[in-house]
Nanobody
């Protein structure tokens, strides 16, 4: 059985912090990379951050310096630490897993998402 389960979403004030967690099955966690995406109604889903099995990270420009992605291999869990949150960060955040082959990344597995709301 394979699955991705996000947690940690909720309501936070502007300037505050929140940490999201994504618990994965061993089969999914052993893929080439894990990542976080986010989406708001009426807009395209956008990449937030990724981390490879080797620990290399990538971030969208809009979150650089504020968000940090990490992974705990012993717990099969990936985290997204979000600091200095502002209202435009409000979205449903999705955890995903990817494989690399034939010169392309394929994001095959997705969680159901967790809602993050940044508001006074």
């Amino acid at each position: 059985q394979v699955q991705l389960v996000e947690s940690g979403g909720g309501l936070v004030q502007p300037g505050g912090s929140l940490r999201l967690s994504c618990a994965a099955s061993g089969t999914i966690f052993r893929l080439n990379a894990m990542g976080w995406y986010r989406q708001v109604p009426g807009k395209q889903r956008e990449l937030v951050a990724t981390i490879t099995s080797g620990g290399s990270t990538n971030y969208a420009d809009i979150v650089k310096g504020r968000f940090t992605i990490s992974r705990d291999n012993a717990k099969n869990t990936v985290y997204l630490q979000m600091n200095s949150l502002n209202p435009e960060d409000t979205a449903v955040y999705y955890c995903a897993a990817a494989r690399y082959g034939n010169s392309a990344w394929t994001w095959d597995y997705w969680g159901k998402g967790t809602l993050v709301t940044v508001s006074p």
